[in-house]
């Protein structure tokens, strides 16, 4: 059972926008910042969103992040094939005093 | 470009220590800027935090692994460490080493991973 909770799954078709949740608690989500990662199956995740809403340069602009309270969300606009891979959310929990990662959403490009 | 990459062996007897090293390339665990950690993955499962330190002695590990983690650094070969002890099967996993970056700002801890290596994964079987 993952601290911060995502929907397992999500889908969309080419060029639609897409959303994904990310729940939290005070102790984490509420008092700390949310990264994201993208894992396409086979490889190393790879860092998507830090501090809530910043892109690394080589992210495109098409992925984009928000935090209001204790939930987050993942916007990916102009969906593409590529797209297709696992999504997680991650912070600081400070009540445990560690690292938290969400369970992880599968994207489907349909 | 900084590199990660972890080693060591793929197959460990339960009750056994599990024992892995990440090699960093293109620059240095000794940088005054971040932190350096673990997470692994279990087969078809998610992702999960081991521990994260700063080279100068700053450790923080996973409160559910805390009694069989022990995570070392050699500054000398660049390089850092994971041992598991008394493992089981629920050990088998992907495990990954990464970058860490860890700031306080006004939104609280910022705490990102990046890079990663691409991960090794470990069995645990007799």
Redo the contacts between chains.
């Keep these: 059972q993952?601290v911060l909770t995502q929907p397992p799954s999500a889908s969309g078709t080419p060029g639609q926008r897409v959303t994904i949740s990310c729940s939290g608690s005070s102790s984490n989500i509420g008092?700390?910042?949310v990264?994201w990662?993208q894992q396409v199956p086979g490889?190393?995740?790879?860092?998507l969103i830090?501090?809530?809403d910043q892109r690394?340069s080589e992210v495109p602009d098409r992925f984009s992040g928000s935090k209001s309270g204790t939930s987050a969300s993942l916007a990916i606009s102009g969906l593409q094939s590529e797209d297709e891979a696992d999504y997680?959310c991650?912070?600081?929990d400070?009540s445990?005093?560690?690292?938290?990662?969400?369970?992880?959403t599968q994207l489907t490009v349909l | 470009q900084l590199q990660l990459q972890e080693s060591g062996p793929g197959l460990v007897k339960p009750s056994e220590t599990l024992s892995l090293t990440c090699t960093v390339s293109g620059g240095s665990i000794s940088s005054s800027n971040y932190y350096w950690g673990w997470i692994r993955q279990p087969p078809g499962k998610g992702l999960e935090w081991i521990g994260s330190f700063y080279y100068r002695g700053n450790t923080y590990y996973s409160p559910s692994l805390k009694s069989r983690v022990t995570i070392s650094v050699d500054t000398s070969k660049n390089q850092f460490s994971l041992k598991l002890s008394s493992v089981t099967a629920a050990d088998t996993a992907v495990y990954y080493c990464a970058r860490i970056m860890i700031t306080f700002g006004v939104d609280g801890m910022d705490n990102w991973f990046d890079p990663w290596g691409p991960g090794t994964l470990v069995n645990v079987s007799s």
């Excluded at chain 1, 490889?43 to 860092?47: C, F, G, H, I, R």
């Excluded at chain 1, 445990?96 to 992880?104: D, E, I, P, W, Y």
């Design positions: 993952s008092s700390n910042t990264n990662y490889t190393a995740p790879k860092l830090y501090t809530n690394p997680y991650a912070g600081w400070d445990l005093n560690g690292a938290v990662f969400g369970g992880g």
